[in-house]
């Protein structure tokens, strides 16, 4: 860092520059902070700075009880916010060993799925916004806004549901969700991925400003810890739903899109055929969607019904203990990683046998991929930079925390 | 002190018309952009939004006006007047329609018709620059400069192919004067293609100048002197209030000239039927093809990615020049057939 900002021009035919990009600047998805060396246009050298959205989540976990942890987790990557859910509360219930009901672990996965064509309508919106294509921006956030109408119809939360609990859910669907949910489907199967495809795959200038631009090879994106659509945009078919599959993932029909190339152009086209995958689990998870109860048979970690609370002795007792006192969860540790996103997001909590995290840690997957952006962009004009940080598809507060 | 006192009056109503017009283009490209994306666009000042450009002129001169710490004041003010004039004067030599007869006295549309108006024009084209690098020069701040820096680049590449392909009108008409470019292009082939450039010997020449236009003005696909995904908004990022509203109008006045250009050069100006006898159809004719320009700039706006900086100059250099000498050539040959 310093090194950069305190060079002195060695001769007055130097005609390197030093700009500083962000962290208040359009194109850095937050406040992200990016140093880059220019000769000319080119870059020459590049440095990025990170922590202006620390919020010091990981601490606040130890304070809070388990249950309370998973609105923190919400607001990490706040544009895969039910995969935060997911991931933290998979964690505890490894620690626990529960077992969840079936019906509870499809609503997961048909959530964790939604939410990713959100994660990437947005990410292909800002993609496209910072290129130049600044419709497609829209098509994005309404595909978007269709997927949050989704969500707030099941638990009143937009960007933060907190809909999952440690042992199941907070509440069982409403009716005529799942209509709603095929008729999503069929929407943005037949219109916006069209556009997605006419507006930007489709399109000559946008081709030629990824293609070649920002390139990493598959041994290279292992060697930084690169995962998710960027890893697969190198060419390693790596997927957590595939290779440690959770909540089920084991039983729905999927494939894990791969591109050889590794630019911007490759994890393009992986994330596009990312959202026609998670379409058809959605599809899938739809169809055999059982019934049953949505939380697990374990009274000393699930709240009971507010029927049952009001009327049953034993129901009250153990509400009164699970919200006054919490549940202590064996001591021991637990890594459990799911597929965000964005890639591995893992969740390693050590417990002391209390009802709060002694420790919690989060193995953030845009902090690796964004390691590789100076790397990535050495060498390349400015122009790609953006185009580059766009196709890692980092989120500050995931980065940060 | 008559043709004086004419003239001024025509100066008047046409800047008054055109600036007017240029208001209105913002609110129409609002618009249209809304449209495009699934939006309503402006509709709260007034009926339909039509009072938005007044609002935003209000807003415009009701601001700040902020100068940076700069090194040059002068040339910082400066700036914004050298990208908002020259496209106003280069009007001067449009013409809008025939001649009208009014108050007894014959009035031609056009505000003064000079022999060599084609030249006219590109010389105020060429000092447009000037305002664009001294503003990304004298803000003191890098966006402003690496933007100034790739516009000087752009304008003067694309420059020559935008006057390369004018060569061909020039070799088929024969005249640098407008009104007479015009003229050379009424009538009609077989009774019912109009003899406009654009069908007969320069449809190449149309398409070379139409995107170098698109180039010259800093529109999409070719805004990266403003891209403000990577250069915040470019030459004009410390400009505000009243100065910044004069780069914008200066960029849509080049628009509308560039426009009215292609039309009086390829598309036949007023010419249509009818126009001759009634000189008001032939101001709509003028503006249908301006307006049809206009909208396609729009279009192309909300519906297509930017260039990189390297690839727009390869393009220039090495795609539309040699397309543009190939037009004379042809061009030339054609006029040697004839």
Redesign the interface.
């Known amino acids: 860092m310093s090194d950069v900002l305190t060079e002195v021009k060695k001769s007055p035919l130097d005609s390197e520059i030093v700009l500083n990009m962000g962290p208040q600047h359009p194109s850095t998805h937050g406040v992200l902070r990016v140093l880059l060396k220019l000769d000319g246009e080119r870059i020459v050298h590049a440095e990025c700075e990170i922590g202006y959205l620390h919020t010091g989540m990981e601490k606040l976990a130890e304070y809070k009880k388990y249950n309370h942890v998973i609105t923190i987790t919400d607001r990490m990557d706040y544009l895969n916010s039910t995969g935060n859910n997911l991931g933290f509360v998979l964690a505890v219930e490894k620690m626990l060993q529960l077992d969840i009901p079936p019906r509870a672990q499809v609503i997961r996965v048909m959530l964790t799925e939604l939410q990713r064509i959100a994660s990437h309508s947005v990410w292909i919106a800002t993609h496209g916004l910072e290129i130049g294509a600044m419709t497609l921006f829209f098509y994005g956030f309404r595909v978007r806004e269709a997927v949050l109408q989704l969500i707030e119809a099941v638990c009143g939360g937009r960007m933060m549901p907190s809909y999952f609990r440690i042992g199941g859910l907070a509440r069982d669907i409403p009716d005529g969700w799942t209509q709603r949910v095929r008729d999503f489907c069929d929407d943005f199967e037949t219109q916006a991925l069209k556009e997605f495809d006419t507006l930007l795959t489709e399109n000559p200038i946008f081709r030629k400003r990824t293609e070649g631009v920002g390139v990493i090879s598959a041994e290279e994106a292992i060697q930084w810890g690169m995962s998710g659509p960027c890893l697969r945009g190198s060419g390693v078919a790596h997927d957590i739903r595939r290779a440690h599959p959770y909540s089920g993932y084991e039983t729905y029909d999927f494939d894990i899109p791969t591109r050889p190339e590794g630019d911007v152009w490759a994890r393009y086209l992986v994330r596009v055929e990312e959202m026609r995958q998670s379409l058809r689990i959605v599809r899938q998870a739809v169809e055999k969607l059982p019934s049953g109860p949505v939380k697990a048979d374990a009274p000393r970690i699930v709240l009971p019904d507010r029927h049952k609370m009001k009327t049953q002795m034993d129901a009250l007792i153990y509400h009164f203990l699970l919200v006054s006192d919490g549940f202590p969860v064996p001591a021991g540790e637990v890594y459990q990683p799911i597929e965000s996103a964005r890639g591995e997001l893992g969740f390693y909590i050590v417990s002391d046998g209390g009802p709060k995290p002694y420790r919690m840690h989060v193995r953030a997957p845009s902090f690796a991929n964004l390691q590789a952006l100076p790397k990535l962009i050495e060498g390349h004009l400015i122009a790609d930079v953006v185009a580059i940080i766009g196709s890692i598809d980092i989120v500050l507060g995931d980065i940060d925390r | 002190m008559d043709i004086a006192l004419e003239a001024a009056l025509k100066i008047a109503v046409i800047l008054f018309i055109v600036l007017t017009f240029l208001a209105y283009l913002v609110l129409f490209e609002r618009k249209i952009?809304g449209w495009?994306?699934?939006?309503v666009g402006p509709n709260r000042v007034g009926p339909w939004g039509l009072l938005q450009p007044l609002a935003d002129l209000l807003k415009f001169i009701a601001k700040e006006d902020v100068t940076p710490d700069t090194p040059n004041r002068v040339l910082f003010a400066l700036a914004p007047a050298l990208a908002l004039v020259p496209p106003l004067m280069a009007l001067a030599v449009i013409p809008f329609g025939s001649t009208i007869e009014l108050f007894g006295r014959k009035i031609a549309l056009q505000i003064t018709d000079i022999n060599v108006g084609l030249l006219y024009v590109f010389a105020l084209g060429s000092l447009e620059v000037y305002g664009i690098i001294l503003a990304g020069w004298s803000s003191n701040s890098?966006?402003s400069l690496?933007g100034g820096l790739?516009s000087a680049a752009q304008m003067i590449s694309y420059e020559l192919a935008l006057t390369l392909s004018v060569a061909g009108v020039l070799i088929q008409a024969g005249t640098l004067s407008l009104s007479e470019i015009v003229h050379v292009q009424s009538g009609y082939y077989f009774g019912i293609i109009p003899r406009w450039h654009v069908f007969w010997y320069q449809p190449l020449g149309f398409i070379i100048f139409f995107i170098a236009a698109v180039a010259e003005t800093n529109r999409?696909?070719f805004?990266?002197p403003e891209?403000?995904?990577?250069?915040?908004a470019g030459y004009h990022t410390e400009y505000s209030s009243i100065k910044f509203a004069m780069f914008f109008v200066g960029e849509y006045a080049a628009m509308f000239v560039v426009s009215a250009l292609a039309t009086t050069l390829f598309l036949g100006g007023w010419t249509g039927p009818g126009a001759e006898r009634v000189p008001l159809l032939g101001v709509l004719y003028f503006s249908l093809k301006t307006g049809f320009f206009l909208f396609v700039y729009i279009w192309l706006?909300?519906?297509?990615?930017?260039?990189?900086?390297?690839?727009l100059m390869q393009f220039g250099w090495k795609v539309l020049v040699p397309m543009a000498f190939a037009n004379i050539f042809i061009s030339s040959a054609l006029a040697l057939w004839r």
């Open positions: 952009l495009i994306q699934l939006r890098k966006y690496l790739r999409v696909p805004d990266l891209a403000e995904s990577e250069l915040v706006r909300g519906t297509l990615p930017r260039f990189r900086y390297d690839q």
